[in-house]
């Protein structure tokens, strides 16, 4: 199995050309084949001897992961389906936005948190990911990156980390790193790490505020409570540019009533941030229901008597299978 090239930085790349026999400033000649110009293959590299060349493909490849499925929503989302070398599927989900292309990236095949509420979970854990960019036919249109797709980011952090650098640093996509967003359950020790170590936007799946009730739906708040994972971050500053959303499912009869919106209140009091009410979306063998749009309205209208900045987020992709929390891997053999 041949190395992936996506992925590494200048430094590696020379490393690489010098052990291929090429000049050390062949590195960056492929670092801006594979940022700027998004290739496929080491053959489109042409400023490299053709020499050069074939000795790269000897032991490496752009490696690009091919869609091997796409599908539209009837709102303009489109679904896209890879498939591992191992044969794991992964989905990424592109979501138009008047001029805006968000791409939901995911940083695992399957997941191991276990949220009982999430079909990627459900699945189990398969891999880590090396996330890419490149492969969407909008690849060149897009303008902003979540890593909330399947998996757990901050499981996965050594390799998420290097995908933002590809899109941040000036030798790659050079972007904004307001442009990119990180969607954790509170992986407490990687949160640190992702705090100090990134610029980029932050979400957290809160839920519940009530620790015993988030426990039933979310196995992490064992290990890494939501409290703690408020404390820290009330330690850093989001009055700024860089901001902190909390992302909270709401689940009929289960975290819906005033007394969670006033424990959730109290819970975020003093930390610059929003909230971002999603409607849930109905899966298989799953005690609770869809809110309605009223109480959905009534809930958000509490949190901001309350004085949080709340959201109802509009919900995109549910006819294909591409809204928050459906994402599966399910690939149609044949």
Same mark, same amino acid.
């Given at each position: 199995? /041949?190395?992936?090239?996506?992925?590494?930085?200048?430094?590696?790349?020379?490393?690489?050309? #010098?052990?291929?026999?090429?000049?050390?400033?062949?590195?960056?000649?492929?670092?801006?084949?594979?940022?700027? /110009?998004? $290739?496929?293959? %080491?053959?489109?590299?042409?400023?490299?001897?053709?020499?050069?060349?074939?000795?790269? *493909? !000897?032991?490496?490849?752009?490696?690009?992961?091919?869609?091997?499925?796409?599908?539209?929503?009837?709102?303009?989302?489109?679904?896209?389906?890879?498939? #591992?070398? *191992?044969?794991?599927?992964?989905?990424?989900?592109? %979501?138009?936005?008047?001029?805006?292309? #968000?791409?939901?990236?995911?940083?695992?095949?399957?997941? /191991?948190?276990?949220?009982? &509420?999430?079909?990627?979970?459900?699945?189990? &854990?398969?891999?880590?990911?090396?996330?890419? $960019?490149?492969?969407?036919? !909008?690849?060149?249109?897009?303008? @902003?990156?979540?890593?909330?797709?399947?998996? =757990?980011?901050?499981?996965?952090?050594? +390799?998420?980390?290097?995908?933002?650098?590809?899109?941040?640093?000036?030798?790659?996509?050079?972007?904004?790193?307001?442009?990119?967003?990180?969607?954790?359950?509170?992986?407490?020790?990687?949160?640190?790490?992702?705090?100090? +170590?990134?610029?980029?936007?932050?979400?957290?799946?809160?839920?519940?505020?009530?620790? *015993?009730?988030?426990?039933?739906?979310?196995?992490?708040?064992?290990?890494?409570?939501?409290?703690?994972?408020?404390?820290?971050?009330?330690?850093?500053? &989001?009055?700024?540019?860089?901001? $902190?959303?909390? !992302?909270?499912? $709401? &689940?009929?009869?289960? @975290?819906?009533?005033?007394?969670?919106?006033?424990?959730?209140?109290?819970?975020?009091?003093?930390? !610059?941030?929003?909230?971002?009410? %999603?409607?849930?979306?109905?899966?298989?063998?799953?005690?609770? /229901?869809?809110?309605?749009?009223?109480?959905? =309205?009534?809930?958000?209208?509490?949190?901001?008597?309350?004085?949080?900045?709340? #959201? %109802?987020?509009?919900?995109?992709?549910?006819?294909?299978?591409?809204?928050?929390?459906?994402?599966?891997? *399910?690939?149609?053999?044949?």
């Amino acid at each position: 199995m /041949k190395t992936r090239l996506l992925g590494l930085g200048p430094d590696q790349l020379k490393d690489i050309a #010098t052990e291929c026999g090429l000049p050390r400033f062949a590195g960056g000649q492929m670092a801006r084949w594979l940022y700027s /110009k998004r $290739v496929r293959s %080491i053959d489109a590299m042409t400023d490299i001897s053709l020499e050069g060349r074939e000795r790269l *493909k !000897e032991k490496y490849e752009v490696g690009t992961m091919l869609p091997v499925e796409v599908q539209t929503s009837a709102d303009g989302t489109r679904k896209y389906l890879f498939l #591992t070398e *191992k044969g794991d599927a992964v989905e990424a989900v592109m %979501i138009p936005d008047g001029e805006r292309r #968000t791409l939901c990236v995911s940083s695992q095949a399957g997941c /191991k948190m276990g949220c009982r &509420f999430c079909m990627t979970g459900r699945g189990g &854990f398969h891999a880590q990911l090396a996330s890419s $960019v490149f492969a969407v036919d !909008e690849a060149a249109e897009l303008t @902003n990156a979540v890593f909330m797709g399947m998996g =757990e980011p901050l499981d996965n952090w050594e +390799e998420v980390k290097k995908a933002m650098e590809v899109l941040t640093a000036p030798w790659g996509l050079a972007w904004s790193p307001k442009r990119l967003t990180l969607s954790t359950i509170g992986v407490l020790p990687n949160l640190k790490r992702y705090l100090d +170590e990134s610029k980029c936007h932050l979400a957290v799946s809160l839920h519940n505020p009530f620790p *015993k009730e988030r426990l039933e739906l979310m196995p992490v708040e064992k290990a890494w409570p939501v409290r703690e994972v408020v404390n820290l971050l009330k330690h850093y500053d &989001f009055s700024g540019q860089r901001r $902190v959303s909390f !992302e909270y499912t $709401v &689940f009929s009869g289960w @975290n819906d009533s005033p007394r969670h919106a006033d424990e959730l209140i109290r819970l975020l009091r003093g930390l !610059e941030c929003r909230v971002n009410l %999603i409607r849930f979306h109905q899966i298989p063998d799953f005690p609770y /229901k869809t809110l309605s749009q009223r109480s959905m =309205e009534a809930f958000r209208d509490r949190l901001t008597e309350g004085g949080l900045t709340a #959201t %109802i987020r509009a919900s995109r992709g549910e006819d294909i299978m591409a809204a928050c929390g459906l994402l599966a891997g *399910k690939h149609k053999e044949g």
